[in-house]
Every structure is written in C-alpha cells, then in structure tokens.
C-alpha cells in the first residue's frame, strides 16, 4: 500500500491511496489505484472504509488467534480449528453484540462509542498536522510574520469549522512541566 498526503508518498506497488484537490468544484478527494483499476471516494467515503479496513484486520488477528488457541490449547486439528472459527464466525454474525463496556480512563464506553471516537481523533490528528505544516510552509517559505500566520491559521479554522486544534498549555521551563 501507499499513501500520498502533505506531499509525503510511501510507496508499495500494491495499492496508491492519494488525496486530491478538483480543479472543477475544488471539493477534497481520495483516489485509489490499484494495479489497472482506481475509484474516487469522498473523505467521508474514504473514512468509512478505512474503518471498515481496520475493523475487518483486528478480526482476522483474533479470528487467527482462535484457530492458534484450539490446535495448540485444546489440542485440535487444524481442520478442527477451522471447523470451531466457522460455527464462531457464524455466531458472531447471527447475534447481538452482548452488552460490553470498555473501561478508559475511569470511564467505561460502549465498543461503538470508542470506535466513533477514535475515527475522530485520528481525523485530528492529521488536521493539527495539517496546521502545522501550513505553519512552517508559511513561516519557511512564505517567510510571514508570526501574527501573519496566527491569522490564517485562525481564518484556515474557521473555514473548516473548527474553533481551536491547539490548547495553550503554561510551561514551567525550570520544572519542565506543564502546568
């Protein structure tokens, strides 16, 4: 797989995954390619299916580690193991999910609850990265003063929607803490 966003491309020669700009609607974009094929999806499409993709490898590891337990821990065959994955397969698509809480830091969240978040932090994380490569392109390149750039940085949020990325955080150079 790779990926191309803020002009950096990591490359394997399976899967391209880039993230464009119309020149016709200047609306954002993510293309695909893959070998002779390709596909544009939305941002929100592309989320959708990157969470879809993250969902689908952490239950072929636990599904593998089912397999792993019966052969080794029960002491299965693998045709056997294999046999114990399909009828939990089958299981876990036929039922309601039981009532399961996840506990983080002192709270306790719903499986589905922590998924939405994490979708979200991810996709803030990558806007603060976004703001700091705005911040050094203008800063190094544009050569701007800093107020310059605290403005449209600040002009760049609310064309997005967003009110703050960054919170201020006093720092206590002697203690090397924040406060």
């Not at 609607?25 to 959708?48: F, N």
């Not at 932090?121 to 050094?136: D, K, N």
């Not at 310059?148 to 703050?164: C, N, P, S, Y």
Request: glycine share 8%; charged share 25%; hydrophobic share 40%.
């Amino acid at each position: 797989m790779s990926g191309k966003g803020f002009g950096k491309e990591q490359r394997n020669d399976d899967l391209l995954i880039e993230s464009i700009v119309s020149h016709q609607d200047r609306s954002p974009y993510v293309t695909l390619r893959w070998g002779k094929e390709s596909g544009k999806l939305t941002p929100d499409e592309a989320i959708a299916h990157a969470v879809g993709i993250i969902c689908a490898a952490t239950v072929a590891t636990i599904d593998a580690q089912i397999v792993e337990w019966a052969t080794t821990k029960l002491g299965r065959s693998i045709e056997e193991a294999m046999v114990l994955l399909r009828l939990f397969r089958q299981k876990r698509e036929s039922s309601k999910l039981p009532s399961t809480t996840l506990s983080i830091g002192g709270e306790h969240l719903r499986p589905d609850t922590v998924k939405h978040h994490g979708a979200k932090l991810i996709e803030m994380a990558f806007s603060v990265e976004a703001e700091a490569f705005l911040c050094g392109f203008l800063l190094e390149e544009m050569q701007l003063e800093p107020a310059m750039i605290d403005a449209i940085i600040q002009e760049f949020r609310e064309m997005r929607g967003v009110e703050t990325l960054w919170t201020p955080v006093d720092f206590d150079a002697e203690e090397g803490e924040s406060q």
